[in-house]
């Protein structure tokens, strides 16, 4: 059995917030269930995918492909997993890419990891929880402020460019390029 494993992103983090595709995955990929996956940073979304897939992986006997969602904030980190040949996604549905179903109890499956969280212990931490959420809040719209201001610089450079470029020779050097690739194949 041959495991060939993509990598992909089904969203970004832009000027305007993070842009996601995660509520298209069940019609995009024609999956036949989709665990959506909630729970606090740290309850372990990403090792439940990872195990999850490792599972089904150990267990089938066949050739398949795994499409790795990677995280866009964190590109060691995983948001998900399709394994388009059996049909079956599992994704992290919480902030920023929340994600609810789509077809309740027919595809979509919601695994809330929250509830296997030890209260007492969390309490604990009450304060420095609170700090460090509202820390990672304030640093998410530091960088979508960052983000726009690099979208501005880049108008900026391009307005100052563009009149100045030559497209009809770009364009025909692009067609000459293109032709000689369809040629060599």
Not at 21 to 49: E, N, R
Not at 51 to 64: A, R
Not at 104 to 132: Q, Y
Not at 137 to 157: F, Q
């Amino acid at each position: 059995m041959k495991i060939r494993n993509r990598k992909i992103f089904m969203g970004s983090n832009t000027p305007d917030g993070f842009i996601g595709f995660h509520d298209q995955i069940v019609d995009a990929y024609g999956l036949k269930k989709l665990y959506i996956l909630k729970g606090c940073s740290g309850s372990g979304k990403s090792t439940f995918i990872k195990n999850f897939v490792k599972t089904i992986t150990d267990n089938i006997k066949t050739d398949i492909t795994v499409d790795w969602i990677i995280c866009s904030a964190d590109p060691t980190s995983i948001d998900g997993a399709i394994i388009q040949d059996i049909g079956v996604g599992i994704i992290d549905g919480t902030f920023p890419h929340i994600t609810d179903p789509k077809y309740p109890a027919l595809v979509d499956e919601i695994i809330d990891l929250g509830k296997f969280i030890n209260i007492n212990k969390v309490k604990k931490s009450r304060d420095e929880l609170e700090n460090l959420i509202y820390q990672k809040k304030s640093y998410y719209k530091l960088a979508y402020e960052n983000l726009d201001l690099a979208r501005k610089k880049h108008a900026e450079i391009e307005s100052a460019y563009i009149p100045a470029m030559n497209f009809d020779e770009i364009n025909k050097l692009c067609d000459e390029l293109s032709a000689k690739t369809v040629q060599t194949k």
